[in-house]
């Protein structure tokens, strides 16, 4: 078994000094703003989030034609309905109008029954 061995504070200081200067070589090997390979990848970035922008517009027009979509269908569906709402009314006031008509004959022509009835009576009374 190795010793151990007790680093005195020179080696510390150039162990930090050998690490620091290699994050500054790190640092300075990494390529530049105005460097092609940068760039490219800039690009293809831009690229990418023009094709996401006009992804969700689309998307969003697509979204809006259907609501628009549904809107007409809604109002040609009540639309139908209140011709439909109409018809019946218009219906159901003629048959009302038609049952007031029968009545109104009904009641006539038992009036007539009944007088007939009350004429026949006064005719054999005297």
Do not use: G, H, S
């Amino acid at each position: 078994m190795a010793a151990f061995k007790d680093n005195d504070f020179n080696e510390r200081k150039k162990a930090a000094a050998e690490a620091r200067q290699k994050l500054v070589e790190r640092f300075r090997a990494q390529p530049k703003p105005d460097d092609p390979a940068v760039q490219a990848r800039l690009a293809e970035r831009k690229a990418v989030a023009d094709a996401r922008e006009a992804r969700a517009a689309e998307r969003k027009a697509a979204k809006e034609a259907e609501a628009q979509r549904q809107a007409a269908e809604a109002a040609a569906r009540a639309e139908e309905e209140a011709r439909l709402a109409a018809e019946a009314a218009e219906r159901e006031a003629t048959e009302k109008a038609e049952r007031i008509a029968r009545e109104a004959a009904l009641e006539a022509e038992r009036k007539a029954a009944r007088d007939a009835r009350y004429a026949a009576r006064k005719a054999r009374k005297k």
